[in-house]
């Protein structure tokens, strides 16, 4: 997982709405420091940093260093931000900076006159977006410390609203006190508030625990990332080795066949699964059984449907050709390259075809831990299935096609056969189509397990799941789940609807190393 994780680091400075005087925001002044865990192996350091300057203006600094091992190879990345406000608590500007091995992806954010000028920087494009100004104030960024300092009871809720300029948008959430324990820290019996906040729109949940001074010892997100209270000279001693790779995956017991000309396939998931993971449609179905969840797949023939000509006029896809900061794909060059990869054809399915085809044959495979966009990919044409999935969607929106990011599972045979998280793409040829470059598959293999679709917020809310999920591979035999689910919808009749939540509006694209 890449961008996804990413969203896990960010929530750790995700904070909540209270009220504060100065002199219990002057009590968090200081510097402190945090060794970063990954599935309980340390992966980095942080540090975080409150200060006034000479303004009277507050200065909240986060700053994250990982290391990751990936397929062998160790990948370092650092998130930055840092959030300034005026001395009346008005949040003033953000300066973030996501730096990989490949690239610093940069986002300015300055608030004037009720709005915020976003200036984004990513794979050298620059790209300036006008909101209007967030709600944010300089107790939202401490809010954790500010609160404990307050005494909250057991039950007591706050909402809070903090702007992300990484998915260039203002997220919401709430924040309740759970449970109240006694430690001993520096010899000193303390008060410790535990905290659990959920975040708007990623269905992901967070905890921590803070002491009555208003200090945080730890901060823990979906049960993967952690932030622990440690000094300095211990918090920056990583020696993170564990694959991210092999140790997120599901591996099975029983080989699959073929796996990438596999036309059906049944399985069992057991694990954090809910109702945030199930996708049913044309290509999948999953019902529940007691405990687990039954998943059946299968390939589809895109052929068979009625052909769509350019230029596409469906109003309820229109949000899916939209350039964002990650997919930038009004941009000349990826225009260009579409262009000339489609050449005078204009049914948006053989496009596809030529699109998915020209970004396998052309992108060079690698792990990475980068933050993907389309241009950068188009420059250096080297990355995993991010880099592929994510180009594939840049030049198919270029060419005028709607499409979107998937992520999930797919099976990898090999010394540790199993289902690793990966992500491709869905193109919209009349109906949504599956494709996954990565593979050269037009149609993907009964092997691809989805789990989310679409924006980063979609994505993020299968964080639970990383590291967590087993599998195990069914005989193809049983109930017809697609036929059963016909069934259903013809006795339901033609005026029925079916149930299922809502997509929103993309944010910055994000996905997954596969």
């Given at each position: 997982?890449?961008?996804?994780?990413?969203?896990?680091?960010?929530?750790?400075?995700?904070?909540?709405?209270?009220?504060?005087?100065?002199?219990?925001?002057?009590?968090?002044?200081?510097?402190?420091?945090?060794?970063?865990?990954?599935?309980?192996?340390?992966?980095?350091?942080?540090?975080?940093?409150?200060?006034?300057?000479?303004?009277?203006?507050?200065?909240?600094?986060?700053?994250?260093?990982?290391?990751?091992?990936?397929?062998?190879?160790?990948?370092?990345?650092?998130?930055?931000?840092?959030?300034?406000?005026?001395?009346?608590?008005?949040?003033?500007?953000?300066?973030?900076?996501?730096?990989?091995?490949?690239?610093?992806?940069?986002?300015?954010?300055?608030?004037?006159?009720?709005?915020?000028?976003?200036?984004?920087?990513?794979?050298?494009?620059?790209?300036?977006?006008?909101?209007?100004?967030?709600?944010?104030?300089?107790?939202?960024?401490?809010?954790?410390?500010?609160?404990?300092?307050?005494?909250?009871?057991?039950?007591?809720?706050?909402?809070?609203?903090?702007?992300?300029?990484?998915?260039?948008?203002?997220?919401?959430?709430?924040?309740?006190?759970?449970?109240?324990?006694?430690?001993?820290?520096?010899?000193?019996?303390?008060?410790?508030?535990?905290?659990?906040?959920?975040?708007?729109?990623?269905?992901?949940?967070?905890?921590?625990?803070?002491a009555e001074t208003g200090l945080t010892l730890e901060d823990e997100v979906a049960g993967i990332l952690t932030q622990r209270l440690e000094a300095e000279e211990i918090a920056k001693d990583v020696s993170y080795s564990n694959d991210v790779i092999v140790s997120n995956a599901a591996l099975v017991e029983t080989p699959v066949a073929d796996p990438r000309n596999r036309e059906r396939l049944r399985l069992?998931?057991?694990?954090?699964?809910?109702?945030?993971?199930?996708?049913?449609?044309?290509?999948?179905?999953?019902?529940?059984?007691?405990?687990?969840?039954?998943?059946?797949?299968?390939?589809?023939?895109?052929?068979?449907?009625?052909?769509?000509?350019?230029?596409?006029?469906?109003?309820?896809?229109?949000?899916?050709?939209?350039?964002?900061?990650?997919?930038?794909?009004?941009?000349?060059?990826?225009?260009?390259?579409?262009?000339?990869?489609?050449?005078?054809?204009?049914?948006?399915?053989?496009?596809?075809?030529?699109?998915?085809?020209?970004?396998?044959?052309?992108?060079?495979?690698?792990?990475?831990?980068?933050?993907?966009?389309?241009?950068?990919?188009?420059?250096?044409?080297?990355?995993?299935?991010?880099?592929?999935?994510?180009?594939?969607?840049?030049?198919?929106?270029?060419?005028?096609?709607?499409?979107?990011?998937?992520?999930?599972?797919?099976?990898?045979?090999?010394?540790?056969?199993?289902?690793?998280?990966?992500?491709?793409?869905?193109?919209?040829?009349?109906?949504?189509?599956?494709?996954?470059?990565?593979?050269?598959?037009?149609?993907?293999?009964?092997?691809?397990?989805?789990?989310?679709?679409?924006?980063?917020?979609?994505?993020?809310?299968?964080?639970?799941?990383?590291?967590?999920?087993?599998?195990?591979?069914?005989?193809?035999?049983?109930?017809?789940?697609?036929?059963?689910?016909?069934?259903?919808?013809?006795?339901?009749?033609?005026?029925?609807?079916?149930?299922?939540?809502?997509?929103?509006?993309?944010?910055?694209?994000?996905?997954?190393?596969?």
């Amino acid at each position: 997982m890449k961008k996804a994780l990413l969203v896990m680091a960010a929530m750790t400075t995700l904070t909540s709405l209270c009220a504060a005087d100065s002199g219990a925001l002057d009590a968090l002044l200081g510097e402190n420091w945090y060794g970063v865990y990954m599935n309980g192996q340390k992966a980095g350091y942080s540090t975080s940093r409150v200060s006034r300057d000479e303004q009277g203006r507050v200065h909240v600094v986060e700053d994250a260093k990982f290391q990751v091992a990936m397929s062998g190879a160790r990948q370092d990345m650092r998130i930055f931000s840092e959030r300034i406000y005026a001395p009346d608590g008005a949040l003033l500007e953000i300066i973030s900076e996501v730096v990989d091995p490949a690239q610093v992806s940069r986002f300015h954010a300055m608030v004037s006159d009720g709005e915020l000028l976003l200036q984004s920087t990513v794979g050298g494009a620059v790209k300036e977006t006008t909101l209007p100004a967030p709600t944010e104030t300089v107790n939202d960024a401490l809010h954790l410390g500010l609160w404990a300092r307050g005494t909250p009871q057991v039950g007591d809720v706050i909402n809070f609203s903090v702007f992300e300029p990484l998915y260039e948008q203002e997220v919401a959430g709430v924040s309740r006190v759970v449970g109240v324990e006694e430690r001993v820290l520096n010899g000193v019996p303390t008060k410790v508030y535990h905290v659990r906040t959920a975040i708007d729109l990623m269905a992901i949940d967070s905890r921590s625990f803070v002491a009555e001074t208003g200090l945080t010892l730890e901060d823990e997100v979906a049960g993967i990332l952690t932030q622990r209270l440690e000094a300095e000279e211990i918090a920056k001693d990583v020696s993170y080795s564990n694959d991210v790779i092999v140790s997120n995956a599901a591996l099975v017991e029983t080989p699959v066949a073929d796996p990438r000309n596999r036309e059906r396939l049944r399985l069992a998931l057991r694990g954090p699964v809910n109702e945030n993971h199930l996708f049913n449609d044309d290509r999948q179905r999953v019902v529940s059984r007691g405990d687990h969840h039954e998943f059946l797949s299968r390939r589809i023939d895109p052929d068979a449907l009625a052909p769509v000509l350019l230029p596409v006029t469906e109003e309820s896809v229109a949000r899916h050709l939209k350039p964002t900061a990650f997919i930038q794909s009004d941009h000349p060059k990826l225009v260009e390259k579409a262009r000339e990869i489609a050449g005078e054809e204009k049914n948006t399915l053989e496009i596809s075809r030529k699109l998915c085809k020209w970004v396998h044959d052309n992108v060079r495979s690698s792990f990475s831990a980068r933050l993907s966009n389309a241009l950068e990919v188009l420059e250096h044409r080297e990355g995993d299935c991010t880099e592929h999935s994510v180009l594939f969607i840049g030049l198919a929106r270029a060419a005028g096609i709607p499409s979107r990011e998937v992520a999930g599972l797919i099976y990898i045979g090999g010394a540790q056969p199993g289902f690793y998280f990966h992500q491709w793409a869905s193109v919209w040829v009349g109906q949504w189509v599956d494709m996954d470059p990565t593979f050269d598959q037009p149609a993907v293999d009964a092997t691809h397990v989805k789990l989310a679709e679409g924006d980063l917020y979609r994505q993020a809310r299968i964080i639970p799941i990383i590291g967590n999920l087993k599998i195990e591979v069914l005989p193809d035999e049983g109930p017809d789940l697609f036929a059963e689910a016909e069934a259903a919808a013809a006795a339901a009749g033609p005026d029925a609807t079916g149930a299922g939540e809502p997509e929103p509006e993309e944010a910055a694209p994000a996905g997954n190393g596969g």
